[in-house]
Antibody
Framework: EVQLVDSGGGLVKPGEALRLSCAASGFSFSAYTMNWVRQAPGKGLEWVSSITVGSRYIYYADSVKGRFTISRDNAESSLYLQMSGLRAEDTAVYYC???????????????WGRGTLVTVSS | DIQMTQSPSSLSASVGDRVTITCRASQTISMSLNWYRQQPGKAPNLLIYAASTLQSGVPSRFSGSGSGTDFTLTISSLQPEDFATFYCQQTYNKPLTFGGGTKVEIK
């Protein structure tokens, strides 16, 4: 079964750091671009970051650039999000998601983890 | 950044109704438009990709159309599991952006 399991969320204080993990199974992890998407309580979806095959290209939303670092370990079939300088507005459920490309190269997110909640509060 | 505007933001409908949700991009995105359904407390689920391609395993009551800046998701016969929030997403340019969502409620 193709599966993504997000973990690592919790309650942290403003300014602190946290590392999220996403364990992949059931597919060849190294062959796919991977992503993080977040959702603040009661709000919509916000793309956070993407990392392509072999970590060749890495992208961030402006809201997290310079504070968050995405990485992957293909040997462990794992995706990570190192978050530092956390702010109250980073409070959200964080989802990892697998990206695929359509015939003309369009990306789409076809497999999602169940999400892990990050709460930033003093 | 490309802004994605969904309408309506919410709607009330009955089981069996035909429902249409629209998504407009602030600039052309060709066909780089995806639709997701998010049931309460769950992760989003891909319905349509590349504007009009039905994801494998998704019921045929869902269909997508459009290109350029204007896109539509149609549910031909609303089912109980479709009382959820629907999001469009553009993947034409970084940053990838989502619409604000359309919440479908029971009438």
């Amino acid at each position: 079964e193709v599966q993504l399991v997000d973990s690592g969320g919790g309650l942290v204080k403003p300014g602190e750091a946290l590392r999220l993990s996403c364990a992949a199974s059931g597919f060849s992890f190294s062959a796919y671009t991977m992503n993080w998407v977040r959702q603040a309580p009661g709000k919509g979806l916000e793309w956070v970051s993407s990392i392509t095959v072999g970590s060749r290209y890495i992208y961030y939303a402006d809201s997290v650039k310079g504070r968050f670092t995405i990485s992957r370990d293909n040997a462990e079939s794992s995706l990570y999000l190192q978050m530092s300088g956390l702010r109250a507005e980073d409070t959200a459920v964080y989802y990892c998601a697998r990206a695929r490309t359509a015939l003309a190269g369009e990306w789409y997110f076809d497999v999602w983890g169940r999400g892990t909640l990050v709460t930033v509060s003093s | 950044d490309i802004q994605m505007t969904q309408s309506p933001s919410s709607l009330s409908a009955s089981v069996g109704d035909r429902v249409t949700i629209t998504c407009r991009a602030s600039q052309t995105i060709s066909m780089s438009l995806n639709w997701y359904r998010q049931q309460p407390g769950k992760a989003p689920n891909l319905l349509i990709y590349a504007a009009s391609t039905l994801q494998s395993g998704v019921p045929s009551r869902f269909s997508g159309s459009g290109s350029g800046t204007d896109f539509t998701l149609t549910i031909s016969s609303l089912q109980p599991e479709d009382f959820a929030t629907f999001y469009c997403q553009q993947t034409y340019n970084k940053p990838l952006t989502f619409g604000g969502g359309t919440k479908v409620e029971i009438k």
